[in-house]
């Protein structure tokens, strides 16, 4: 996962040249806010975009007292996910933006580091990209990472890392931003602070030091470098936090809804507690209900969460506790807990320090209860300090291919006792309508992971396809010595219109990524060969389909991950021997045995 030296060359000849650097493939233009040149609004991603349930998402107007009051985006017909996405042009008018290099003596980042507290978003909707950053800005680990260096380039060249489609891809931009005399949320310091000399303050986000209030550039950076991967900075209006937190880490991530039939919140709150412990990064979201504005909150948002706490009052009562923060900068929950709420002087003891600014800055504290309210979701990624992680090219089958295995299968050896997350990684619809590198029609296929033992038996299973947002990820135990099989199937269809758009390929690529939090491991990869493996991978997908995760569970995240199991009723088994699945990609698939 460490960026090449021939990467981190390239970065520093550029970085330390005597010439300003000018990225000509995401240049201060037109086509880099919004994906095309002329003033034309941009073309929809989609003409009917599809949420995270994989179903039809429906039209909806904001109403609301900010400057998106009536306009139209995308969400979810349910409101069980919080698919969020605009409909329409961009998030600013291209006529009140201009790019410009900020002064050479503002820093990419301070002495102080690296801070949730650091960012305010600015007028892109990517509130979601932003509550992810945030949280993976609170480990420095995980920040630092993202950076080639982090001293200012002379000639404004920036090296950048970020984890895209499976694999860890090294991003250079230049130094020019979009800048604007309207910036939204005026109120903040953020957004009132100029940073050019004629007085114009950054469209997008903003970034300062939360101790000294001096403007840098390691956030407005980092989200040119995630637009440029895109296409556009159009391409990242609206998304999952989940996909941002992957794009960041490279770890494995999941979502927990508080909808979904077996939720239980008070396992939620026991393993929000452990989650905090271990450090992973974690967000949350609301849906879109207008009366959360009555209470400080935001509809159809994503905030981040950067702590949990139990207080104790005179009384001997304990309130379960959620510290948020709003990317936006302002904006907070004026409910019981909040930073003027008097429930604080009956406080007499705390889990944690409880800190509070009593000023608009867009982090709160909650109370449990309301925060299931108010929410509908937390996100949580998987990222270890010390993990041990790698990722794998494979390929889908021909269409006509009768062996519906991927190019490659894995062979897996445990030198620890570890949790094991692997992952199908196919590439990403984002930015199709305007990115080089693939085809507007393209559309991703259908993937199914299953792991066995050395007996065969089935550890682990996911049937729900790679083509949802949090990418197809299955879970399995691993004990020391042990060794596992993995298979990739492909029961459904295959991708659509794969590869570039000046490209005609057969073949259509995808990642398996292999993540384990607490031990090493070692991945032998094969090519699938039907002489030698076809009675094998055979038998293992009808076990799986027949499979069951025990009752008890092995590892405190195994029952975020049990929702990949297919369900019971959705596998059947009749009396001519032919076992049938649901797969989220393309419905029923019948297997015979």
């Not at 993540?515 to 076809?534: K, L, S």
Request: some cysteine.
């Amino acid at each position: 996962d460490a960026a090449p030296a021939a990467d981190a060359a390239r970065c520093a000849a550029l970085a330390g040249a005597r010439e300003p650097y000018v990225d000509d493939a995401f240049p201060a233009a037109a086509a880099s806010l919004v994906g095309e040149a002329d003033e034309a609004p941009a073309p929809a991603p989609a003409a009917h975009p599809f949420c995270a349930c994989k179903a039809l998402a429906v039209t909806d107007v904001v109403k609301s007292t900010t400057p998106n009051d009536g306009r139209s985006y995308w969400r979810c017909a349910t409101r069980r996910c919080g698919f969020f996405a605009w409909a329409g042009d961009g998030p600013r008018k291209r006529s009140q933006l201009a790019w410009a290099r900020l002064d050479s003596t503002v820093a990419v980042v301070t002495d102080y580091g690296f801070s949730a507290n650091d960012l305010a978003q600015g007028g892109l909707g990517d509130c979601w990209f932003l509550s992810a950053l945030s949280v993976v800005a609170e480990r420095h680990d995980l920040v630092a990472k993202l950076f080639l260096d982090t001293a200012r380039a002379a000639s404004g060249c920036q090296g950048l890392r970020l984890f895209m489609d499976g694999a860890w891809t090294t991003i250079l931009v230049d130094d020019q931003l979009p800048v604007t005399s309207k910036p939204r949320r005026e109120n903040t310091a953020a957004a009132a602070a100029p940073v050019t000399a004629g007085g114009l303050s950054l469209a997008y986000v903003r970034s300062r030091c939360a101790t000294t209030g001096a403007t840098t550039l390691w956030a407005p950076l980092l989200e040119k470098a995630y637009a440029k991967a895109h296409g556009s900075f159009k391409s990242i209006s609206g998304g999952q936090i989940a996909e941002a937190l992957l794009d960041l880490t490279g770890a494995p991530t999941f979502c927990v809804d508080f909808a979904a039939q077996n939720f239980d919140s008070e396992r939620l709150w026991r393993s929000l507690e452990r989650w905090r412990a271990r450090r992973f990064p974690m967000g949350c979201a609301t849906d879109p209900q207008p009366d959360l504005r009555e209470v400080g909150l935001c509809g159809s948002h994503a905030y981040s969460i950067t702590d949990v706490a139990t207080v104790v009052d005179a009384a001997g009562a304990a309130t379960r506790l959620l510290r948020i923060r709003n990317p936006h900068g302002v904006g907070e929950w004026t409910g019981d807990w909040s930073d003027s709420s008097a429930k604080w002087a009956d406080v007499v003891s705390s889990s944690r320090g409880n800190e509070r600014t009593g000023v608009n800055d867009g982090t709160f504290w909650i109370d449990f209860t309301h925060f299931l309210m108010g929410f509908s979701r937390v996100d949580v990624c998987v990222a270890a300090e010390k993990p041990r992680a790698a990722s794998f090219r494979n390929a889908f089958p021909a269409k006509k291919e009768p062996w519906r295995v991927a190019r490659k299968i894995y062979d897996v050896a445990f030198e620890g006792d570890t949790d094991l997350f692997v992952t199908a990684l196919q590439p990403t619809q984002r930015g199709t309508f305007c990115r080089g590198d693939r085809k507007v029609s393209y559309r991703p296929g259908d993937l199914q992971l299953v792991a066995v033992d050395e007996t065969g038996r089935v550890v682990a299973a996911c049937f729900r396809g790679a083509d949802c947002f949090d990418r197809g990820a299955t879970f399995c135990r691993g004990a020391r010595g042990a060794r596992l099989r993995v298979y990739v199937y492909a029961l459904g269809a295959n991708p659509d219109a794969a590869g570039a758009k000046k490209e005609r390929t057969a073949e259509a690529p995808f990642h398996v990524r292999f993540y384990a939090p607490d031990a090493a491991f070692e991945v032998a990869e094969a090519d699938f060969d039907a002489a030698a493996h076809g009675a094998s991978a055979l038998a293992a997908l009808h076990g799986a389909l027949r499979w069951r995760r025990p009752g008890a569970f092995a590892s405190e995240l195994e029952p975020y991950f049990s929702q990949a199991e297919p369900a019971r009723s959705d596998v059947a088994t009749g009396a001519a021997g032919v076992a049938c699945a649901l797969t989220m990609g393309d419905g029923i698939v019948a297997v015979t045995v």
